[in-house]
């Protein structure tokens, strides 16, 4: 099943205080972005009192769904912007022609290696690295590495999510690509037995993880930080892969075509803000890109990989990523 979600927020009223017409921006975004818990609707009510703009999300899964979604509606989408489209992405939806560049002056404060798109159509906004997450109480000796993750002793331990529909399961992917190279497919038919079930988006997956399913699942290297922050417990924690951690950056973009341009300009200015950062942060659980920000202390819960590992050759472009989607589902059909 994939999560359909829309929130809204209370009519826009100007700075004069008289009412108007309702401002509204149209924000595609990932499901955890906007949910209750997450940092969608703390920036929605900081974004309304700066700008008198009402923002309204629409999360129709996991962000590949949002990129998905975007391209059957090219020409004719109500989205004003998009959030969450990451750098694994970032092929497709240039190829798509869906977005328009906007080259904020918030870059300021954005090191240079997170800027992963110098066309500037996908900007920045927080980032992380993929990592396997476990239940200390239920497994206290996690699995050290990749290869470990096949061993007998983890049969349907883990908890994944699908590449098809998930950037973190399309990340995890990846991941196995950039250590394995083209011996990924052995690869994961060494992994199947540990794999418990495969989720459609991350949310689904962390909820069956933290309801006690599987002792482990695909993550964060920061998801720990929420346990930390807002449960007071140090049970679950990121496991460190001596063959290290592929990175994450999710990103913004104005969508073509919008109505909208100068409000969507502003909201993507105030995602770099440092009040947005923070909100970032604290409810999204991922690292800022505004590097001025200070992290809360329960950040220091986190997973900081010894080893980090990229794609030799670059991220694939949309025709590579349909190939080794079509490889990845054949070795679940052998």
């Excluded at 927080?126 to 983890?154: H, R």
């Excluded at 819960?301 to 949309?318: C, E, I, N, Q």
Aim: hydrophobic share 40%.
């Amino acid at each position: 099943m994939i999560f359909c979600l829309t929130l809204t927020f209370p009519l826009a009223v100007r700075g004069n205080g008289d009412k108007s017409e309702e401002n509204v921006l149209n924000v595609y975004c990932y499901d955890s972005f906007s949910s209750e818990w997450g940092p969608g609707p703390v920036i929605a009510e900081s974004f309304y009192e700066v700008y008198g703009i009402r923002l309204k999300f629409n999360a129709p899964g996991d962000a590949v769904t949002v990129l998905n979604q975007l391209i059957l509606e090219k020409g004719k989408s109500n989205a004003d912007i998009v959030v969450g489209l990451d750098n694994s992405l970032l092929i497709r939806a240039l190829s798509a022609g869906i977005l328009e560049p906007y080259e904020s002056h918030a870059l300021d404060s954005v090191p240079s290696e997170l800027v992963f798109d110098e066309t500037y159509h996908l900007l920045p906004f927080d980032y992380g690295y993929f990592a396997v997450c476990y239940d200390s109480e239920a497994m206290p000796v996690p699995p050290a590495s990749l290869e470990d993750l096949t061993s007998d002793k983890y049969t349907d331990s883990l908890i994944l999510m699908d590449p098809r529909t998930s950037t973190p399961g399309l990340g995890f992917l990846l991941w196995t690509i950039a250590v394995y190279g083209d011996g990924w497919p052995e690869y994961w038919q060494r992994l199947r037995p540990s794999i418990l079930t495969i989720t459609e988006s991350w949310s689904q997956g962390y909820t069956l993880f933290t309801a006690g399913e599987a002792p482990m699942v695909l993550s964060y290297g920061t998801s720990p930080v929420y346990h930390t922050e807002y449960e007071g417990t140090y049970r679950y924690r990121a496991a460190d892969f001596s063959d290290g951690h592929i990175m994450q950056i999710e990103g913004m973009g104005i969508v073509s075509g919008t109505d909208n341009r100068n409000e969507a300009e502003l909201f993507i200015d105030f995602m770099l803000s440092d009040e947005a950062q923070i909100a970032l942060a604290k409810y999204n659980i991922m690292l800022p890109v505004n590097s001025e920000v200070t992290l809360p202390q329960s950040f220091e819960t986190s997973l900081r990989p010894g080893k980090k590992v990229s794609l030799s050759g670059g991220y694939p472009d949309a025709d590579e990523i349909e190939g080794l989607i079509r490889q990845w589902t054949e070795v679940f059909r052998r």
